[in-house]
């Protein structure tokens, strides 16, 4: 919006937002709410991730301790509940009401072997339990994709407004000099950056949260089947 006739020029950034039209000021509180939740949710992931990766590097050390499956179930039954603990449990938990105390007897003494049908039900289960991880940890991370998408487009929205706002004002003032037509053009623009400011982080966020999500997924799902294996070399299977 073209401001007065007489009217004070915005000498920075703040001025121009707090001297700017409704539309503009509309445009940029929720571009400002989307910027909030971006942040909360790159915040959020970042630490869930992390601490994920400590849960992973002590699981996997007390793994790799012992020698036999059913010393690594009473080893890592011992630590914090993790997505690696619940994989495992839930193998052990299966296999156990199949076979009931095979992977808890302390003996390591196997207790008959699973039949094909019993085996494949046993992939799917750990496999369930695979998929179920990688969902609770990527919960969120498709709203960075949206914010980072809809926000440039937000900010096109306000640029556009806030342009036909200024020639509404040109072609009703009659005046198209410089100095008239430049603060509400500014004005215009300042959504298109509060759009690409907010639009940038969650763009880069997504990326890294996704491969993450991609190498700790793998990680997973190699556990499920290394169990598996480890079963068979045991004479579990």
Do not use: C
Not at 117 to 126: H, N, V
Not at 134 to 149: C, E, K, N, V, Y
């Amino acid at each position: 919006m073209l401001l007065p006739p007489g009217g004070p020029t915005p000498s920075s950034s703040f001025e121009l937002v707090m001297q700017s039209s409704a539309e503009t000021k509309v445009v940029l509180l929720i571009t400002a709410l989307f910027s909030l939740i971006s942040w909360f949710i790159i915040w959020l992931k970042w630490w869930q991730f992390r601490r994920t990766h400590r849960q992973g590097d002590r699981f996997f050390t007390e793994v790799e301790r012992t020698t036999r499956l059913q010393d690594a179930y009473h080893a890592v039954m011992k630590l914090p509940p993790s997505p690696y603990q619940r994989i495992f449990r839930e193998g052990v938990n299966f296999y156990s009401v199949l076979r009931p105390g095979a992977l808890k007897d302390t003996t390591g003494e196997a207790r008959g072997a699973l039949t094909m049908t019993q085996l494949e039900a046993l992939r799917m289960t750990l496999g369930k339990e695979v998929a179920a991880e990688r969902d609770l940890l990527a919960r969120f991370i498709p709203w960075l994709a949206t914010i980072g998408s809809v926000s440039p487009l937000l900010g096109l929205l306000g640029t556009v407004l806030g342009v036909m706002d200024a020639f509404i004002g040109i072609s009703t003032r009659g005046s198209g000099n410089i100095a008239a037509v430049a603060p509400g053009v500014a004005e215009a623009l300042v959504t298109t950056v509060a759009g690409l400011a907010t639009a940038i982080p969650a763009v880069i966020a997504y990326n890294i949260f996704a491969s993450r999500l991609g190498l700790v997924a793998g990680e997973m799902e190699g556990f499920a089947y290394e169990m598996i294996g480890t079963m068979a070399r045991e004479g579990l299977l």
